[in-house]
């Protein structure tokens, strides 16, 4: 590092590239910053924010020349909001961009050198795809309280949500409806570090196939005289809305769910059609947040799987049976493990509404089910994993090099933890045979893969 570089130094900076994270990436005597809200090409007059050994952390004070490639965001909020990292970017840069961090990602990591990399699959919709989003709430001293979205890098920081243009239109005029009501009933807003108030997130989901939504509201626990005229104003305005929800969190972890959920208004469910399938979300229901690219997602898995009538298939990380359900009737079974018991439940519930028979899901932790499979001595074809941000990790890959399977199809949604996974499969008897990169997430650094090994 520069000797002489400070917190709070103000100095030109000349963007070069960007990182996996969607910060733009400039060097000073070859030294590292890190900026957000910049592209390739960008020139700013940055002040550094943060530092460490190998990099620091910076804000632009003012563009000295835009890059070539720049365009104005949409998004008002753009800049401010965590939310969005390359709104100023054309969309195909962007998809370059991603593809080119997951190659990166498995020739570093995964010492795989000329990665088999295919084409990254745009999203059909660049804007208003997102079925779920969460907003905070919290008090204000001058407007009694904000109901939005968190600043970039200041969590303890909400701005009020005028437009989000990443959700529905009618999901914005919620918002602010909602906003709008528990300011006139004078309703406060729980605070994070007192731990006082009422109001603590409100959570919009929405089905793309019916277009019914569901509401979530998470409060601290109180009175709640307000709740049937809060219906009553949601209901009356909005006929869309098919169920609202009220989660009590009286805890200090400031997670938008808690330790009782109560369906105070309409149906315990909305409906989601992915592939022909029918899928019923409930309030903690994990469910990918693009639909109709989740739909491409799997049918890029099935296709990359290249299933046979006759294949037994493991499913690990299956949540509410999506992927299993998607791909069970070119199979002859299909076995999904899932940690969440909830997750389990609805999973049997969604094979029973599409006339699935050749599904069986158990909830458990993937390596002790693992372990009793192989006990058993089971054998399957087929393993489909979509697990979490952490990956599959090592322990239960050991699991999985003991029930051999054939094929391995990975959906991943980190490619550093795909990465290394891939690194570990190759050395134990698996070739990768092909990765796509998926976008379903335009405009924010995030990137779904789907990969496809086989037994050496």
């Given at each position: 590092?520069?000797?002489t570089?400070?917190?709070?130094?103000r100095?030109?900076?000349?963007?070069?590239?960007?990182?996996?994270t969607?910060?733009?990436?400039?060097r000073?005597?070859?030294?590292v910053?890190?900026?957000?809200?910049?592209?390739?090409?960008?020139?700013?007059?940055?002040?550094?924010?943060?530092?460490?050994?190998r990099y620091?952390?910076?804000?632009?004070?003012?563009?000295?020349?835009?890059?070539e490639?720049s365009?104005?965001?949409?998004?008002?909020?753009?800049?401010?909001?965590?939310?969005?990292?390359?709104?100023?970017?054309?969309?195909?840069?962007?998809?370059?961009?991603?593809e080119?961090a997951?190659?990166?990602h498995?020739?570093?990591?995964?010492?795989?050198?000329?990665?088999p990399?295919?084409?990254?699959?745009?999203?059909e919709?660049?804007?208003?795809y997102r079925n779920?989003?969460?907003?905070s709430?919290?008090?204000d001293?001058?407007?009694?309280l904000?109901?939005?979205?968190?600043?970039?890098?200041?969590?303890?920081?909400?701005?009020?949500?005028?437009?989000?243009i990443?959700q529905?239109?009618?999901?914005?005029?919620?918002?602010?409806?909602?906003r709008?009501?528990f300011?006139?009933?004078?309703?406060?807003?729980?605070?994070?570090?007192?731990?006082?108030?009422?109001?603590?997130?409100?959570?919009?989901?929405?089905?793309?196939?019916?277009?019914e939504?569901?509401?979530?509201?998470?409060?601290n626990?109180?009175?709640?005289?307000?709740?049937e005229?809060?219906?009553?104003a949601i209901?009356?305005?909005?006929?869309?809305?098919?169920?609202?929800?009220?989660?009590?969190?009286?805890?200090?972890?400031?997670?938008?769910?808690?330790?009782?959920?109560?369906?105070?208004?309409?149906?315990?469910?909305i409906?989601?059609?992915?592939?022909?399938?029918?899928?019923?979300?409930?309030?903690?229901?994990?469910?990918?947040?693009?639909?109709?690219q989740?739909?491409?997602?799997?049918?890029?898995?099935?296709?990359?799987?290249?299933?046979?009538?006759?294949?037994?298939?493991l499913d690990?990380?299956?949540?509410?049976g999506?992927?299993a359900?998607?791909?069970?009737?070119?199979?002859?079974?299909?076995?999904?493990?899932?940690?969440?018991?909830?997750?389990i439940?609805?999973?049997?519930?969604?094979a029973?509404?599409?006339?699935?028979?050749?599904?069986e899901?158990?909830?458990?932790d993937?390596?002790?089910?693992?372990d009793?499979?192989?006990?058993?001595?089971r054998?399957?074809?087929?393993?489909?994993?979509?697990?979490?941000?952490?990956?599959?990790?090592h322990k239960a890959?050991?699991r999985?090099?003991?029930?051999?399977?054939?094929?391995i199809?990975?959906?991943?949604?980190?490619p550093?933890?795909?990465?290394?996974?891939?690194?570990?499969?190759?050395?134990?008897?698996y070739?990768l045979?092909?990765?796509?990169?998926?976008?379903?997430?335009?405009?924010?650094?995030?990137?779904?893969?789907?990969?496809?090994?086989?037994?050496?």
């Amino acid at each position: 590092m520069p000797k002489t570089l400070q917190i709070g130094d103000r100095l030109e900076v000349a963007v070069d590239r960007l990182s996996f994270t969607g910060k733009g990436i400039g060097r000073v005597d070859n030294f590292v910053i890190f900026i957000p809200h910049t592209i390739p090409g960008d020139i700013v007059r940055a002040e550094i924010t943060s530092r460490k050994k190998r990099y620091a952390d910076a804000r632009t004070v003012e563009f000295v020349r835009h890059s070539e490639d720049s365009i104005e965001a949409k998004c008002r909020h753009f800049g401010i909001c965590g939310g969005c990292s390359f709104q100023n970017l054309p969309y195909d840069l962007q998809l370059n961009a991603k593809e080119e961090a997951v190659r990166e990602h498995i020739k570093r990591i995964g010492k795989i050198e000329e990665p088999p990399l295919a084409k990254i699959v745009p999203s059909e919709k660049q804007f208003f795809y997102r079925n779920k989003m969460e907003f905070s709430l919290k008090p204000d001293d001058e407007d009694y309280l904000k109901l939005g979205l968190h600043h970039r890098g200041e969590w303890e920081k909400i701005f009020d949500v005028e437009e989000c243009i990443l959700q529905s239109e009618i999901s914005n005029k919620i918002v602010k409806h909602v906003r709008d009501f528990f300011k006139e009933k004078q309703i406060p807003a729980y605070h994070l570090s007192e731990h006082h108030g009422h109001l603590r997130f409100l959570i919009i989901r929405e089905s793309s196939a019916t277009g019914e939504i569901m509401l979530i509201l998470v409060t601290n626990m109180g009175d709640f005289d307000y709740m049937e005229e809060f219906i009553e104003a949601i209901t009356s305005e909005f006929p869309e809305v098919a169920s609202i929800v009220h989660v009590i969190n009286s805890k200090k972890a400031n997670i938008a769910s808690g330790q009782s959920e109560e369906v105070v208004w309409g149906r315990e469910h909305i409906t989601e059609n992915i592939g022909g399938n029918k899928f019923l979300i409930r309030p903690s229901s994990f469910f990918q947040t693009n639909s109709r690219q989740t739909e491409i997602l799997y049918n890029l898995a099935a296709e990359m799987g290249k299933f046979k009538s006759d294949e037994r298939v493991l499913d690990l990380y299956t949540g509410c049976g999506t992927i299993a359900i998607h791909i069970a009737r070119n199979v002859e079974s299909v076995l999904g493990i899932e940690l969440n018991p909830d997750a389990i439940k609805s999973a049997h519930e969604n094979a029973e509404l599409n006339d699935i028979e050749n599904c069986e899901f158990i909830a458990g932790d993937v390596r002790k089910i693992m372990d009793g499979l192989i006990n058993e001595e089971r054998n399957f074809d087929t393993i489909i994993a979509d697990p979490p941000r952490a990956g599959i990790g090592h322990k239960a890959l050991v699991r999985v090099f003991k029930l051999r399977p054939k094929k391995i199809v990975y959906i991943s949604c980190n490619p550093s933890t795909l990465a290394a996974d891939l690194k570990e499969l190759e050395q134990n008897g698996y070739k990768l045979d092909k990765t796509v990169p998926v976008d379903m997430f335009p405009h924010t650094f995030h990137i779904e893969t789907v990969s496809r090994l086989t037994r050496k």
